[in-house]
T-cell receptor
Framework: DGGITQSPKYLFRKEGQNVTLSCEQN?????MYWYRQDPGQGLRLIYY???????QKGDIAEGYSVSREKKESFPLTVTSAQKNPTAFYLC???????????FGNGTRLTVT | AQSVTQLDSQVPVFEEAPVELRCNYS??????LFWYVQYPNQGLQLLLK??????LVKGINGFEAEFNKSQTSFHLRKPSVHISDTAEYFC??????????????FGKGTKLSVIP
């Protein structure tokens, strides 16, 4: 089945540690996105990539980093510089342009 | 720049009653509109989309939405809700953000609670 796989589903880390969230898609989509979801705030765009080896900052990129070495993969690293990292993180992919996005099932990160 | 406002953060409704979830957007250019649904601890699923053509759009699970350009609205409706419709619903607008790319902007979501 084609889709987007995010792993792990739940992740716990101590403050000060970097952590990497995985996102893989087999839909052959060009574009991939990372969103952060907090209660009552909707989805906010962290980073997006329209093509391999290229990516752009979204609205809340500070404290995060990404890479796009392969079309299928778009990992997100939450660094120790992110002041409030506890959240639900959603990865999405789609064709460029106005096509709708396909979402993974998310990773819930808790930092204590 | 574009923005989306979902006017109600929570909507309780009795089972088999009709429901309308309201969405207004602002943009200086033509946009494309979407409704997504999110069940607890899951990702978002596309309910329906408006790209062009008929302003009444039908989606999955019996939902429909009407695009109203003059009122810049894209309200979601269902004539009779089921318990299984309990979820959070997100309105989103996609518009050009330069260099041939599009940016998708989400509203803050409306939690629909269906009461038995």
């Amino acid at each position: 089945d084609g889709g987007i796989t995010q792993s792990p589903k739940y992740l716990f880390r101590k403050e000060g540690q970097n952590v990497t969230l995985s996102c893989e898609q087999n839909l052959n989509h060009d574009a991939m996105y990372w969103y952060r979801q907090d209660p009552g705030q909707g989805l906010r765009l962290i980073y997006y990539s329209q093509i391999v080896n290229d990516f752009q900052k979204g609205d809340i990129a500070e404290g995060y980093s990404v890479s796009r070495e392969k079309k299928e993969s778009f990992p997100l690293t939450v660094t120790s510089a992110q002041k409030n990292p506890t959240a639900f993180y959603l990865c999405a992919s789609g064709w460029q342009g106005n096509s709708p996005l396909h979402f993974g099932n998310g990773t819930r990160l808790t930092v204590t | 720049a574009q923005s989306v406002t979902q006017l109600d953060s929570q909507v309780p409704v009795f089972e088999e009653a009709p429901v309308e979830l309201r969405c207004n957007y602002s943009s200086s250019v033509s946009v494309y509109l979407f409704w997504y649904v999110q069940y607890p601890n899951q990702g978002l699923q596309l309910l329906l989309k408006y790209l062009s053509g008929s302003t009444l759009v039908k989606g999955i699970n019996g939902f429909e939405a009407e695009f109203n350009k003059s009122q810049t609205s894209f309200h979601l409706r269902k004539p009779s809700v089921h318990i299984s419709d309990t979820a959070e619903y997100f309105c989103a607008v996609s518009g050009p953000s330069g260099a041939g790319s599009y940016q998708l902007t989400f509203g803050k979501g409306t939690k629909l609670s269906v009461i038995p």
